[in-house]
């Protein structure tokens, strides 16, 4: 099983950027899916979770600014970022609990997709 994260870039402060992560492999189902960053020289902190029926979480930093969702056909989740903040930029890294098709479950990381934010 693989993640691959992309959408992240170069965006003004106010702007917006949509990410994606899309799950491929060996996959019988996927619950719970999440997304974290990483700012430069900070730890890592998660941001936002959904999970398979669609129910979602968000930090207190992004709530009303970000949104989650879901397709489950493609295996995929989406972080809509709005209004983005300058302390909005970091590394973003999507997150997944995946039922393999030997059902075994697994937690699974994509690579990051950099989001840089400009003031």
């Known amino acids: 099983v693989q993640l691959q994260a992309y959408g992240g870039g170069l965006v003004q402060a106010g702007g917006s950027l949509r990410l994606s992560c899309a799950a491929s492999?060996?996959?019988?189902?996927?619950?719970?899916m999440r997304w974290y960053r990483q700012a430069p020289r900070k730890q890592r902190e998660w941001v936002a979770v959904?999970?398979?029926?669609?129910?979602?979480g968000y930090a207190d930093s992004v709530k009303g600014r970000f949104t989650i969702s879901r397709d489950n056909a493609k295996n995929t989740v989406y972080l809509q970022m709005n209004s983005l903040k300058p302390e909005d930029t970091g590394d973003y890294y999507c997150?997944?609990?995946?039922?393999?098709?030997?059902?075994?479950?697994?937690?699974?990381w994509g690579q990051g997709t950099q989001v840089t934010v400009s003031s």
């Open positions: 997150n997944a609990e995946v039922l393999d098709r030997s059902r075994r479950i697994g937690d699974y």
């Open positions: 492999g060996a996959i019988f189902s996927i619950n719970t």
């Open positions: 959904i999970t398979s029926g669609g129910s979602t």
